[in-house]
């Protein structure tokens, strides 16, 4: 069983840094596991949807909501199976629940607009979040 566990969450003021990691176990004995995938992070506060926030494929492209572009960075250690968002230059609007997230069969990066399109049903798997609260 694929699982998702992410951590690095906290309480920052504006202008501060932050680094999430999402631990990723269970891929080999998944029987998707021989097909590309791609790793995302979300982000949700209590008054909005669901929001993508950044992207990256199995040869490491990447794309991020334009709100972060310059000040959030994804990548990925696949050697130990770990997704990691670092957050630079943090706004009180990046406050909420982070959330990491696997799609199987997926090769190219995927636009923001198509992970925002089919939300929820954009990854085959979830973690559970870890809190991030910016303040002014």
């Known amino acids: 069983q694929v699982t998702l566990v992410e951590s690095g969450g906290g309480s920052v003021q504006a202008g501060g840094s932050l680094n999430l990691s999402c631990a990723i176990s269970g891929l080999s004995t998944n029987p998707y596991i021989s097909t590309p995938y791609c790793l995302g992070w979300f982000r949700q506060t209590p008054d909005k949807e669901r929001e993508a926030v950044a992207a990256?494929?199995?040869?490491?492209?990447?794309r991020y909501l334009d709100s972060v572009k310059g000040r959030f960075t994804i990548s990925r250690d696949n050697d130990k199976m770990i997704l990691n968002l670092q957050m630079d230059t943090l706004k009180p609007e990046d406050s909420g629940m982070y959330y990491c997230?696997?799609?199987?069969?997926?090769?190219?990066?995927?636009?923001?607009?198509?992970?925002?399109?089919?939300?929820?049903?954009?990854?085959?798997?979830w973690g559970h979040g870890t809190q991030v609260a910016v303040s002014s």
């Open positions: 990256i494929n199995g040869q490491d492209d990447t």
């Open positions: 997230a696997l799609r199987f069969s997926c090769r190219g990066v995927p636009t923001m607009d198509v992970m925002q399109t089919l939300g929820v049903r954009w990854p085959h798997h």
